[in-house]
Structures are given as structure tokens and as C-alpha cells.
């Protein structure tokens, strides 16, 4: 009975033995596993927060709460340090970093000379991952010793991508300790890997958007200042248009090549003003083929190159893009843009926006030669109109002329007569000298008032005193009055503004209209001749001249045709005078009009703008 009892006992013992094991056992398990499911509870919820977070969370308020979820998640995870690196177009961009005290911030993976396998295989899509440095492969030495250096231990990497190129890389580091990473809890970090993504590609769309409207008002703004651009002023509007591209762009020079058109010349300008074109032969060859050309070192431009490298890096250019400018069709010259840097990449970014740039500075180039033809055109049918105006005065000129001619020759004969005398009367012989100086000058002044006015040539703007035009045009048709019987008196306001204009055809409008108000009295009417110039202001910011004639008046009616070419009521007229006078003063700013007198005849009068700079002075 003893021996069977210990046996019943130590049964007893094993079995409750055993059973307690299993108990034991099953109570583990039950606890690791409600270890685990609480640990994925808190991941999930903390993922939901993160997501939730950075889903609502403005675009302005959207890197700091990046960095809020970064350190919250390194936090988690018991690392180290952590980073968050956005790229944009292989850019570094905001970067998000955080390490416990003591702890050095580990650098931008991508763009470190020491960890080229990790680059490259995050920048194919892939996970990096080590518990130790010794796991990396063989290829990646030179990575291992640079965690080694940065006292890395344990690492992960993961690349943050929203269904297309990588946005930036997500990593965490382990510096006291090793640690492992288990395919699950990658699995469960990629989740939130992707929350990261979204808001990187929310932030890339926003800044996109931002970026576009930034970009149309500038173009908006650009356009609306080269409408206004004039063949005048067209140098300091393409100077000023040069220096908002480079300020917008954030590039250091910029240089307009304009390419020879149908009159065969060609200009540059840079930021500083007008340059030679011949400056730049190279570029302006490869242009003209159509060609946008990326030069990444101008330094390492060949020899055939060599003025356009010489003047690149005399302006500060170590790296160009040149593109060609098109107006419609028409290739009309190239926009150059440069950077101090020692190489620059060109986007194809900045090549979209740079065409749309080219569209607006190029139809701005063939605005501005347009002009400049028709002013050429201009020019020509002003000369036209210049000298059938002066054939008409021909021979009130040939009388101008004869007069002081038959004086010299006069005083001559008288001269020579004194001369011959036994004891020649000096005094008398050196005022007949000092009539024939003054006979002279009075022919040469005749005779220069007729060169200017029949010279062809560019335009000159200057400052001008109209009282001074009204009274050389007086001088010059003072005979012409005369042999017509009719009487011209002036009216001329003291202390007018100057005007800014070209001299001749200024001129040439007031002798048009008042050879057309003499022609208005060559039939009688029952009134007395006579013709009146005034000049006088017109408000605040013009000047005005008007010839009054006491002619048969006009047709209000037809006013207007008046003004048309070829339309004339005269038997030998061309109809172009009114024509070119109005045309002249619309190119200065003004205007030309006609009207009928109350007490008969006709007034025709043109006003101009004063010149800004001198309007600003009292007393001019």
C-alpha cells in the first residue's frame, strides 16, 4: 500500500505538473498575444492620428505638422533619430529632421557622398534595412563604414511615393542599440510611409498651383508692359522686361538677341542696355536654325565659340540656356539666360515657362519693327510731302533768294567803283562790305532753312519751343505772303512748355497747314485776306498751334475726309498734305483736327503733349 500511495502521488505530481506547465504556456501566449494585438491598436490609432492630421492640416501650417508626426513617430518606435527628406525633380526640398539630445542629425541619404548604395537603391524603389552594418552586402562598403562614422547601428529607410516619381525618403536610425526590423512592422511603417507621401504630394500640388498663378500673373504683367513698348523707348522697355525675367526666375544675367529681319539689322541688349549683336555669333548662328541650346559650362564652349564664351564670362555667365523667340511664325531672335554658377541643369520645367516668356518678348521685337518700318514709310511720305510743300513756295523762294543776291552783286558794282577812286572813301567801302555780309547771311540762312526741311534722315526727338518753329516757318513763307497779298500776323503765348519732337516735321506741319489756308483765300469772298498762328496751352499737359484763315470755310460735313490721302478739292492738289500732317502728329502724341469759323474762313489746329520732365518744372 506504500509503494502503490507514492506511486498515486508522484502521478499526481506530474499530471498537476504538467497541467500547470500547459497553463503556464497557454497563459504566455494568451499574454504576448494581447501584448501584440494592444501594440498593433496603438500602431493603427496612432496611424489614423498621423493620416488625419496631415489629410485636414492647411498647406500653410503643413511642415510643422510633418515634424510634429516624425518626432511623434520616432517616439514610438523607441529610435533614435529620424528624417523626413522631400525631393522635387531630384531637388533637395524641406527637410524634416529630429534626434534625441546627444544624438548627431543623420544627413540628406540622397545627397551623401558615403551612402551611394543606399541612394541608389531607395532611388529604384527599394527598402533598406539592417539590424547591424555587417548585414549590408558587399557593394555597400563604403556605406557601412559612413554609418559606422555616424554611429548608426540599426537603420530603415523607406522612399515615399504617391503613384509616381519619388517624393522624398522616410528614415529612422537606432544609435544605442540594435534593433530589428520584423517584415510586419516594415509592413505596417510602409502604411504610414504613405500618409507621409500624400501630404508630400498634397504640399508638391499646392506649391505647383501657387506656382502657376504666380507665373500668369507675371506674364500678364509682362505682357501688358511690352503692348506699351514703342521703337522710341524700346531700349529701356526691353532693359527693363530683361531685368523682372531675371528677377522672377532667380537666374543672374539675362541677353535678348534680336536676328537680322527683312531691313537687315540686328541688336542685342543685356540688363545694362544695348549691346552689339556681333557679340554673340555663335548663338545667334544656332538660333536662327530654330535650335534651343543648353550649355551646361561655358567654359567648355569649343573654339568655334569662342567670342560667345568670351562675352558670356566677361558678363558673369558660367552656365546658359538660349532659346529662340517666334512671333507666330516668324523666328525673330533668342532670349539667353545665365547663371554665375560653375554648372546649372535646365529644367524642362523651366523651358515650358520660358517659351510662353518668348512668345510675349518676341511679338513685343516684331511690334517694335513694325514700327519701326512704317516710321521709315512715314519718313518717306513726309520727305514726299516736304518737297511738293516747297515746290509750291518756289517762287516766293527763287524772290527770298534773288533779293539778297541782286544786293551782293549791287554792292559789288558799288565796291569796285570806290575802289577806283584816287583816295577810296574806307568808311563807306566797309558798310557796303557789312551789307554784303549781312546780304549773305541772309541768303545762307535761306538757303539752310530749305536743307533742313528737304534732308532725309532718322527722326530727332529733341525739345522743342514751338514759338521758335512758328517763327522759322514765318520767315520762310514771309515772301510767299507777300506775292499773295495776304497778310500774316502771330500770336504767340510767352513761356510755352517744350514739347519733345522732331524739328522738320514739326515744321513741315505748320508750313502744310498754312499753305493750305493761304490756298483757301485764292478766291474772293467778299472778306479781307488774312491769316493768324496761335499758339497757346491746352489745359495742363498740352500746347497748342492754330492757323486761322479768312478763306471760304469748309464742309463740317466732310471735315473728316479732309484728313484721307488722295482726297483733295484743289485742281493741282495731290491730297496728301492733311494726310501727313495728321499722321506726323499722331506719331508725337497728338492730335490734328478742323473747324469752321463763326465769322467765315476755317481754323485748323494740333495740339501736343508737353514733355513730361520739363511739366514737372514751374516756370517752363
Known amino acids: 500500500m506504500g509503494l502503490t500511495w507514492y ?14 506547465s500547459m497553463w503556464l504556456l497557454r ?132 522612399p515615399l511615393q504617391a503613384g509616381g516619381p519619388m517624393l522624398g525618403v522616410l528614415s529612422f536610425d537606432s544609435v544605442r542599440s540594435e534593433r530589428a526590423w520584423p517584415d510586419e512592422l516594415v509592413g505596417r511603417l510602409h502604411l504610414l510611409s504613405e500618409a507621409f507621401a500624400s501630404a508630400l504630394e498634397r504640399k508638391r500640388m499646392d506649391l505647383s498651383l501657387a506656382e502657376r498663378l504666380r507665373f500668369q500673373r507675371f506674364l ?14 524700346l531700349d529701356q522697355d526691353i ?36 549691346t552689339d549683336q556681333a557679340r554673340f555669333p555663335w548663338l545667334s548662328r544656332r538660333l536662327q536654325t530654330g535650335d534651343t541650346v543648353r550649355i551646361p559650362r561655358v567654359a567648355g564652349l569649343a573654339d568655334e565659340a569662342a567670342v560667345d564664351r568670351s562675352s558670356c564670362l566677361s558678363l558673369g555667365i558660367q552656365s546658359a540656356l538660349a532659346l529662340p523667340l517666334r512671333a507666330g511664325k516668324t523666328l525673330v531672335g533668342g532670349l539667353v539666360l545665365g547663371t554665375g554658377a560653375a554648372e546649372a541643369a535646365w529644367r524642362d520645367e523651366l523651358l515650358e515657362q520660358l517659351y510662353l516668356l518668348g512668345e510675349v518678348v518676341a511679338n513685343a521685337l516684331e511690334r517694335a519693327h513694325a514700327e519701326r518700318e512704317m516710321g521709315r514709310l512715314r519718313q518717306e511720305l513726309a520727305h514726299i510731302g516736304r518737297v511738293s510743300a516747297l515746290g509750291e513756295l518756289s517762287a516766293s523762294l527763287a524772290h527770298e533768294l534773288n533779293q539778297p543776291l541782286m544786293a551782293i552783286l549791287n554792292n559789288a558794282y558799288v565796291a569796285q567803283q570806290l575802289l577806283e577812286a584816287a583816295a577810296p572813301d574806307l568808311d563807306e567801302l566797309r ?163 478742323a473747324s469752321s469759323n463763326p465769322e467765315g474762313g476755317a481754323t485748323f489746329q494740333f495740339t501736343l503733349p508737353v514733355d513730361a520732365p520739363r511739366s514737372r518744372q514751374p516756370g517752363t
Open 220 to 233: 500678364a504683367s509682362l505682357s501688358v508692359k511690352l503692348s506699351n513698348a514703342s521703337a522710341v523707348n
Open 7 to 20: 506511486l498515486e502521488a508522484g502521478a499526481l505530481v506530474i499530471v498537476v505538473g504538467a497541467g500547470l
Open 431 to 593: 558798310e557796303v562790305l557789312d551789307d554784303i555780309v549781312a546780304d549773305d547771311q541772309r541768303a545762307a540762312t535761306v538757303i539752310s532753312r530749305l536743307r533742313a526741311l528737304l534732308k532725309k534722315g532718322e527722326l530727332d526727338h529733341a525739345l522743342l519751343d514751338l514759338n521758335d518753329l512758328v517763327g522759322e516757318v514765318a520767315e520762310l513763307v514771309k515772301s510767299d505772303m507777300v506775292l499773295r497779298h495776304v497778310p500774316m500776323a502771330l500770336d504767340l503765348a510767352p513761356g510755352l512748355p517744350h514739347v519733345r519732337g522732331d524739328r522738320v516735321q514739326l515744321q513741315q506741319v505748320i508750313l502744310n497747314l498754312v499753305l493750305n489756308g493761304v490756298e483757301a483765300m485764292g478766291a474772293p469772298n467778299g472778306r479781307d485776306n488774312a491769316l493768324v498762328v496761335r499758339t497757346s496751352t491746352a489745359g495742363a499737359d498740352a500746347v497748342s498751334v492754330a492757323i486761322e484763315d479768312s478763306g471760304s470755310g469748309i464742309d463740317m460735313a466732310q471735315v473728316e475726309r479732309m484728313f484721307e490721302p488722295l482726297y483733295t478739292t484743289k485742281a493741282q492738289g495731290l491730297g496728301m498734305g492733311l494726310a501727313i500732317s495728321r499722321t506726323i502728329v499722331d506719331a508725337h502724341g497728338g492730335a490734328l483736327r
Open 239 to 274: 532693359q527693363g522686361a530683361l531685368r523682372s525675367i531675371v528677377d522672377f526666375l532667380g537666374v543672374d544675367r539675362a541677353v535678348l538677341i534680336e536676328l537680322p529681319g527683312s531691313s537687315g539689322t540686328a541688336r542685342a541688349w543685356t540688363l545694362d542696355g544695348p
Open 27 to 158: 497563459h504566455r501566449a494568451a499574454g504576448r498575444a494581447q501584448r501584440l494585438l494592444e501594440e498593433r491598436l496603438r500602431f493603427e490609432t496612432l496611424l489614423s492620428e498621423l493620416s488625419a492630421k496631415l489629410i485636414h492640416i492647411e498647406a500653410g501650417g503643413l511642415d510643422a505638422a510633418l515634424e510634429a508626426a516624425l518626432r511623434q513617430m520616432v517616439t514610438f518606435l523607441g529610435m533614435d533619430r529620424g528624417n523626413l527628406d522631400e525631393y522635387r525633380d531630384g531637388v533637395p526640398g524641406v527637410r524634416v529632421a529630429w534626434a534625441a539630445p546627444g544624438v548627431e542629425t543623420l544627413p540628406s541619404i540622397l545627397h551623401a557622398d558615403e551612402l551611394v548604395w543606399t541612394a541608389d537603391r531607395l532611388r529604384r524603389g527599394g527598402v533598406v534595412r539592417f539590424s547591424r552594418t555587417d548585414e549590408l552586402p558587399p557593394e555597400a562598403a563604403m556605406d557601412r563604414t559612413g554609418y559606422d562614422r555616424l554611429g548608426t547601428r540599426s537603420h530603415l529607410s523607406i
